[in-house]
C-alpha cells in the first residue's frame, strides 16, 4: 500500500526556515517522481517543487532562490528545505509521488504558517 507522509511544518516568523519531509512507503520510491504542491485558504493547490527519478528539479517562481527539493532514496525520504519564507508561503503542503503507468498518491499534507 502506497503511503506518504509529510511532516515539518509549523509557525514560523517571516525570514525564518523550516525543511518538510515525505516519508514514502509501499512502493518502488526510487522510480517515482516526486512533487510538492500547496494550498493557501481559498486558493487552488500550486505545484511548488518537483524532483525527477534522476535528480533533476523543478521550482516554481516564487520559491526560486528559497526552495529547495532533495531526495534520499536510501531513506524513501524527499525533503524541502525552505528559506527567506514569506507570510504568502502559508498554506498546507502536500508530497505528491506520481509514476507514468502506475498513477499517482498522496500525503496528508502538513501546515506551513509564516507570521509578518
Known amino acids: 500500500q502506497v503511503q506518504l507522509v509529510e511532516s515539518g511544518g509549523g509557525l514560523v516568523q517571516a525570514g525564518g526556515s523550516l525543511r518538510l519531509s515525505c516519508a514514502a512507503s509501499?512502493?518502488?520510491?526510487?522510480?517515482?517522481?516526486i512533487r510538492w504542491y500547496r494550498q493557501a485558504p481559498g486558493k487552488e493547490r500550486e505545484l511548488v517543487a518537483a524532483?525527477?527519478?534522476?535528480?533533476?528539479?523543478y521550482y516554481v517562481d516564487s520559491v526560486k532562490g528559497r526552495f529547495t527539493i532533495s531526495r534520499d532514496n536510501a531513506k524513501n525520504t524527499v525533503y524541502l528545505q525552505m528559506n527567506s519564507l514569506k507570510p504568502e508561503d502559508t498554506a498546507v503542503y502536500y508530497c505528491?509521488?506520481?509514476?507514468?503507468?502506475?498513477?499517482?498518491?498522496w500525503g496528508q499534507g502538513t501546515q506551513v504558517t509564516v507570521s509578518s
Open positions: 505528491n509521488a506520481c509514476h507514468l503507468s502506475r498513477g499517482e498518491s
Open positions: 509501499g512502493f518502488s520510491f526510487s522510480t517515482y517522481f
Open positions: 524532483i525527477g527519478t534522476s535528480g533533476t528539479t
